[in-house]
């Protein structure tokens, strides 16, 4: 897998890091969507495949993605099919910070080193290749504006951006609500990131405990059972995501 394209997992953190701040948008829900993505990641890479609400590894070969060989390995050791929820749920520390810092590596965002009320040390990023989170962007919008069936990529990173609640960051107040629900709606074009896009809710909603069945099509997914985020359109509170994080990855 070539590093000319950027993966799901990078993207996602760049659509959350805000340009004004320096910081990420939903930081709680956003560890669990870096974990959903790298999920989406390897199935697009056809290193794993849905198998029912399970992910089962279908090509152990390394991509070439450090990050992504890494949980690719930690898949395969686990030796049968694991459930979505309880590895999105799972613990994933530092996940956030060693994306961050490839992007750093890879020159798209700088660290700027601050001091929280003038005493805890603070790093913030920002983005220094601006016209690449532009054009991340520019793909959404032109989903939610033309109502064209997305690639599959882009169809995966609206899928994530919703289930973690960046919907609001990416098009705030009542001006954007049209667009956040059609952001929603973009879920039903890609299978395995509507999956991982309803198992990141679940576990921040903490309904984890029961299985859900996971359809082989773009519209059944759609159709799964809803949490109380995917029927109302109202992004879960993030503070509940730490608190169920433990207790879904003991399982």
């Known amino acids: 897998m070539g590093r000319s394209r950027r993966t799901i997992p990078e993207e996602l953190l760049l659509l959350a890091l805000d340009p004004a701040t320096g910081t990420t948008a939903q930081p709680q829900s956003l560890d669990l969507g870096l974990a959903g993505a790298q999920l989406v990641e390897l199935a697009l890479a056809g290193r794993i495949a849905p198998d029912g609400d399970r992910i089962a590894v279908v090509l152990p070969r390394p991509t070439g993605d450090p990050t992504l060989d890494s949980a690719l390995e930690l898949l395969r050791r686990r030796g049968s099919p694991v459930r979505a929820v309880h590895w999105i749920g799972g613990p994933r520390l530092g996940l956030r910070q060693t994306y961050l810092t490839h992007l750093e590596r890879c020159g798209m965002v700088h660290a700027v080193a601050g001091q929280m009320c003038g005493v805890l040390p603070t790093t913030r990023y920002q983005a220094t290749e601006t016209a690449i989170s532009r054009e991340i962007r520019a793909r959404l919008d032109n989903a939610i504006r033309t109502g064209v069936p997305p690639d599959p990529r882009t169809a995966a990173l609206a899928a994530l951006a919703h289930a973690v609640g ?77 608190g169920n994080m433990a207790r879904v990855g003991a399982r």
């Open 166 to 242: 960046l919907g609001k960051h990416l098009y705030p107040g009542n001006e954007g609500r049209s667009s956040r629900s059609r952001l929603r709606d973009l879920i039903r074009h890609d299978p395995m990131g509507g999956l991982v896009a309803h198992a990141v809710m679940d576990v921040q909603n903490g309904v984890a405990a029961q299985p859900r069945r996971a359809p082989a099509t773009g519209r059944q997914v759609a159709g799964a059972r809803p949490t109380a985020e995917a029927a109302t359109g109202v992004p879960a509170q993030s503070a509940s995501a730490s």
